[in-house]
């Protein structure tokens, strides 16, 4: 089993800067991907960026620019910088990890951080 713990939510202004962390834990062996995924109220949880075993890295239109990805395998830690926040990047983060085995990829998700961006 994989576990994933987050942290670095927070509340902060527009224009301000974040940094969420996700440490991987347990049975991490075989871990291609990670990715901080959001969900807002009443919306579906969408990919805010990913990044490969290789660091090729993939960003949301709406996040471009503005949020980097990064991840440290020595720590078994993955990173979002998040600067110039929006009211619209309010959202729970959630971390997730892509395992693939014999038996096919799998999925691990962290607990969630919160981050709020007000006006």
């Not at 890295?57 to 395998?73: E, L």
């Not at 020595?74 to 959630?94: C, F, G, H, I, R």
Request: charged share 15%.
């Amino acid at each position: 089993q994989v576990q994933l713990v987050e942290s670095g939510g927070g509340l902060v202004q527009a224009g301000g800067s974040l940094k969420l962390s996700c440490a991987a834990s347990g049975s991490i062996f075989g871990i291609n991907d990670m990715g901080w995924y959001r969900q807002a109220p009443g919306n579906q949880r969408e990919l805010v960026a990913s990044i490969t075993i290789s660091d090729r890295t993939i960003y949301a239109d709406s996040v471009k620019g503005r949020f980097t990805i990064s991840r440290d395998n020595t720590k078994n830690t993955v990173y979002l910088q998040m600067n110039s926040l929006k009211p619209e990047d309010t959202a729970v983060y959630y971390c997730n990890a892509k395992k693939t085995n014999r038996y096919g990829t799998f999925n691990t998700w962290g607990q969630g951080t919160q981050v709020t961006v007000s006006l």
